[in-house]
T-cell receptor
Framework: EAQVTQNPRYLITVTGKKLTVTCSQN?????MSWYRQDPGLGLRQIYY???????DKGDVPEGYKVSRKEKRNFPLILESPSPNQTSLYFC???????????????FGPGTRLTVL | EDQVTQSPEALRLQEGESSSLNCSYT??????LFWYRQDPGKGPEFLFT???AGEEKEKERLKATLTKKESFLHITAPKPEDSATYLC??????????????FGSGTQLTVLP
């Protein structure tokens, strides 16, 4: 089954304790992205990756890191989490993005993070 | 700066009561408008992509239309299972080839039996 998976689905942690949220897709997609979703603010892009070893900042990258060592995986790293990073996080992937058209993005099930 | 505004924020309908959701946008050159459905506790699920004014797409009880300033998601004779949050997103010239999508805040639709 074609899908994007995220782990963990739920996480409660404390300020300053490093954490990683994993994202994996089995569709051989080149493009992957991380979003956070907050009430009233919609989905905002954190980081994206066009392909292996190619990553760039989205709209709200502060406090986050990513890496793309393999095509299927795109982990999100919070080196020193703070309470303002409490949010619902989504990973997404698409086959490619080029020219004037955007391939459909497929979203993972989400990770609800609470930072105390 | 690209802006996407969805209205209403919330909508309650009786089963069978047709209505429309609105997505208005102010962007520097539209390269695609997307509708997604999001159920509680789940990731957004793709519904439609519209690329040019006048374009329409349908799927079951849903029909999406696009003008130069806004898009409508028409829901005909909705059922309780249509209850969800509907998200609108745009890709624009300023998005570049990588940033992709700017999302609206969504419309939470509740269909009562």
């Amino acid at each position: 089954e074609a899908q994007v998976t995220q782990n963990p689905r739920y996480l409660i942690t404390v300020t300053g304790k490093k954490l990683t949220v994993t994202c994996s897709q089995n569709m051989n997609h080149e493009y992957m992205s991380w979003y956070r979703q907050d009430p009233g603010l919609g989905l905002r892009q954190i980081y994206y990756s066009m392909n292996v070893e190619v990553t760039d900042k989205g709209d709200v990258p502060e406090g986050y890191k990513v890496s793309r060592k393999e095509k299927r995986n795109f982990p999100l790293i919070l080196e020193s989490p703070s309470p303002n990073q409490t949010s619902l996080y989504f990973c997404a992937s698409s086959l490619r993005t080029s020219g004037s058209f955007t391939d459909t993005q497929y979203f993972g099930p989400g990770t609800r993070l609470t930072v105390l | 700066e690209d802006q996407v505004t969805q209205s209403p924020e919330a909508l309650r309908l009786q089963e069978g009561e047709s209505s429309s959701l609105n997505c208005s946008y102010t962007v520097s050159g539209l390269r695609g408008l997307f509708w997604y459905r999001q159920d509680p506790g789940k990731g957004p699920e793709f519904l439609f992509t519209l690329y040019s004014a006048g374009e329409e797409k349908e799927k079951e009880r849903l029909k999406a239309t696009l003008t130069k300033k806004e898009s409508f998601l028409h829901i005909t004779a909705p059922k309780p299972e249509d209850s969800a949050t509907y998200l609108c997103a745009v890709r624009t010239i300023s998005s570049g080839s990588a940033r992709q999508l700017t999302f609206g805040s969504g419309t939470q639709l509740t269909v009562l039996p």
